[in-house]
């Protein structure tokens, strides 16, 4: 690998560090760079997933204090989140290369849809009246829901604490910021568990994986000191335009 390519990977790294620390979609800018650098899809999602585990650790870290008092339920959680990303991450191997090839520009333009939308449609989901009333069995839709979400974490994972965001929001009586908080432990999980079943399947780059890890560590930090001052617009607004050029080129 050149020193330009390196340079890419650890600054797309630190990009999508920060990113999944406030938002959730820094795939979007991890994924595209591996490829761009010559790494088929397959070698790129896997090491992407692995090399993003550091980072999302240093997002927990930076939002420790919402953290607080939210253990018990993070852990909770998490099982669904961890047992989800088994499956996906089992299926994304499991399942004939040209599957992923021909399903990964759509996953980007879903991901980048969501990314985009996520204000209006976390505001059109909420529901008018206490959650009790309009959700019968509320607890059970949101454990669904993490798990569905932690598959597609496994199997691919952009925008994946998008989808986690919104879940919580809907579905829990909490300040944003410290659901973010529990998103990123949730997100973090479901990577990690995926990402040991792809270390042991032999198809990760580990140098790939050692840039996106230095970069997205940095970015982790600055996305905690950031997340609560930068504006969302713009930042939303550079994902969906590397997402949806990316989608386009792979689908051309």
């Excluded at 959730?24 to 992407?48: D, H, K, M, Q, R």
């Excluded at 959650?131 to 669904?144: A, D, E, I, K």
């Excluded at 995926?194 to 600055?222: D, K, M, P, R, T």
Aim: glycine content about 14%.
């Amino acid at each position: 690998m050149d020193a330009v390519s390196a340079l890419a990977i650890a600054g797309a790294g630190l990009a999508a560090g920060a990113i999944n620390t406030i938002v959730g979609s820094g795939s979007l800018i991890t994924f595209p760079t591996l490829l761009a650098v010559g790494y088929s899809p397959l070698v790129a999602n896997v090491s992407n997933t692995v090399g993003l585990v550091p980072g999302s650790l240093s997002g927990i870290h930076a939002y420790r204090r919402e953290l607080s008092g939210q253990g018990r339920r993070a852990a909770f959680l998490g099982a669904f989140s961890c047992l989800g990303a088994v499956i996906g991450a089992l299926l994304l191997l499991w399942l004939p290369e040209t599957s992923f090839r021909r399903v990964v520009p759509y996953l980007i333009l879903v991901a980048c849809a969501l990314v985009a939308f996520q204000p209006w449609l976390t505001r059109w989901l909420r529901p008018t009246q206490p959650p009790t009333r309009r959700f019968g069995h509320r607890g059970q839709l949101l454990y669904v829901g993490v798990f569905a979400t932690g598959v597609y974490g496994g199997y691919f994972g952009a925008a994946q604490g998008v989808i986690l965001i919104a879940l919580l929001g809907i579905f829990i009586s909490e300040q944003l910021q410290r659901l973010n908080a529990v998103k990123n432990v949730l997100a973090m999980l479901a990577n990690l568990v995926a990402g040991v079943i792809f270390a042991l399947s032999g198809h990760v780059s580990w140098e790939a994986a050692g840039l996106l890890a230095a970069g997205a560590v940095v970015g982790g930090q600055l996305g905690g000191r950031l997340g609560r001052r930068l504006p969302a617009p713009a930042l939303r607004a550079t994902v969906v335009v590397v997402g949806t050029a990316v989608a386009i080129v792979l689908l051309v």
